[in-house]
């Protein structure tokens, strides 16, 4: 799916909110099946790079619950990973 290739480019250059709504879009396709892991875990990674963490992993966990081999499960693992590390620093100030 060529949108796709688009979409990672959109994402790679920092225009995820454009992404996003892409994403958005081509998941309430009724038409698009075969690609929604993928499409949730882009649109995972738009929210990761956007800042957005909770949408990230929700994003992230669509895409395993569709998928259990997307790379949506290792980005998930990676997102809770600097998520705890994150939160043990606070407690440290």
Known sequence: MEQIDNLKE???QG???TAIKQLDQLLRDTSVKEEKDTLYYLRGN???KKGDWKQAL???QYAIEINPDSP?????KMAI???NFYNKDM???
């Open 10 to 12: 959109l994402i790679n």
């Open 15 to 17: 225009d995820v909110d």
């Open 46 to 48: 738009a929210y990761r």
């Open 58 to 60: 929700d994003n992230y």
């Open 72 to 76: 949506a499960a290792q980005a998930r």
């Open 81 to 83: 990973d600097i998520l």
């Open 91 to 93: 407690f440290n100030q």
